[in-house]
């Protein structure tokens, strides 16, 4: 049995890997954009627009051909033929029922999402959403919406953020670990 194969033959769809502070390539030069679909966006400095849907779209295609190369590396033609798929990754890669030609529609089915938030975030939007008359999700859906119509922050002041409201929530000690374990340390 190959690695990407469970033990009933279907094949194991595990999720991209994520890249590390060191594999995250050098920001390109001045003037010069790289495609998101061979390489993680990059933060520009002094960017005023929102996140595009055409660079949503890029990001999406780039971590489906990972996943899809992933799939396809470890499996055989008969777990393939069994799962539904074409019998090779260039076939793959080329269909559209597979690799996404257009971002979704927002009136369409919503996608199950799982997130770990802190228990007590979670008991604070409960008493909002309450207070609000609004659902859980709901709020939410519209924090992200709100976030989605800002440019992207550079990313140091992020983690900076990030960092205070650790440092708020948990303590400086705790933090710091938390930190650690997420960025490398940095800040």
Sequence with gaps: MASGQKADGRVNRRSPRYRTAEETPAPPAKGRRTSAENAPLVYEPGRTTPV??????????????????????????????????????????????????????????????????PRPMVELLNALAELEDMYLTSEIELAIWKVLKEPPRDPSVRRAEYLAYLRETVGPERAQYMLDKLFGGEA
């Design 52 to 117: 595009t849907e055409e660079e949503a779209l890029r990001v999406l295609r780039r971590k489906r051909r990972a996943e899809l190369t992933e799939q396809y590396a470890d499996a055989d033609a008969e777990a393939l033929r069994a799962a539904g798929l074409p019998p090779t990754l260039a076939k793959a890669l080329k269909d559209p029922e597979l690799m996404p030609t257009e971002l979704s529609r927002y009136d369409v089915k919503k996608l199950p999402v799982t997130v770990r938030l």
